[in-house]
């Protein structure tokens, strides 16, 4: 547990283990589910494995856990394997179901349809190799359960301090933002969020 209010996780030592990791750097999802959350841990003492760092793949094997972020296809498959031959516990977090974008979606071609069949799949095979699976949605925790996942969790994105250091700016009323990916235009237009935030 890393400070999500309600969700029981994995119990790590308060300081000592070594963890791995790989993600995309190019997801801007990955720096909050899986980069912040490291971060932390480091900060409580563990020794956090980076992508990047001197033959960081080859030292995934020494790592006590490998937490993958949105990682699959066969290099993952067979990373995964060398990962379990060594004993080394995996943990993965997907926090997407592309299979699931609407074909009204200017990325679907992309991103949706057959792909994003085939995509989903390829995550599940992974799910199912991991010692624990997170996401944000029951829904999609769901999915990977009736995939064959063991140990899925749900733990909900949080940023508590991600924008407080912002300056902030003078101005009348309540300003809203929305961040999202390009597979939600769709999401916002029929879900009417913008009359929805003004209610």
């Known amino acids: 547990d890393i400070g999500v209010t309600g969700v029981q996780t994995c119990a790590l030592p308060i300081s000592g283990m070594r963890i791995g990791t790989l993600y995309d750097p190019s997801l801007p999802n990955s720096r909050y589910r899986c980069i912040i959350p490291l971060r932390a841990?480091?900060?409580?003492?563990?020794?956090?494995v980076w992508p990047g760092d001197n033959d960081a793949v080859g030292r995934l094997v020494e790592c006590d856990l490998v937490h993958l972020h949105r990682q699959y296809g066969p290099a993952t498959d067979s990373l995964v394997s060398e990962l379990r031959r060594n004993g080394v516990a995996i943990s993965y977090d997907n926090d997407d179901d592309l299979s699931a974008i609407h074909r009204d979606s200017p990325n679907y071609r992309q991103l949706g349809g057959l792909r994003g069949q085939r995509d989903f799949l390829a995550t599940a095979r992974v799910a199912r190799r991991a010692a624990l699976v997170t996401t944000p949605s029951p829904v999609l925790a769901e999915r990977y359960r009736r995939a064959g996942a063991r140990h899925v969790e749900v733990i909900e994105n949080d940023l508590p301090a991600e924008f407080?250091?912002?300056?902030?700016?003078?101005?009348?009323?309540?300003?809203?933002g929305w961040i999202a990916g390009l597979e939600h235009t769709v999401d916002a237009a029929r879900l009417g969020l913008s009359d929805v935030l003004l209610r």
């Open 164 to 176: 407080g250091a912002q300056k902030r700016r003078r101005h009348a009323g309540l300003v809203i």
């Open 41 to 48: 841990l480091a900060e409580r003492g563990h020794e956090i």
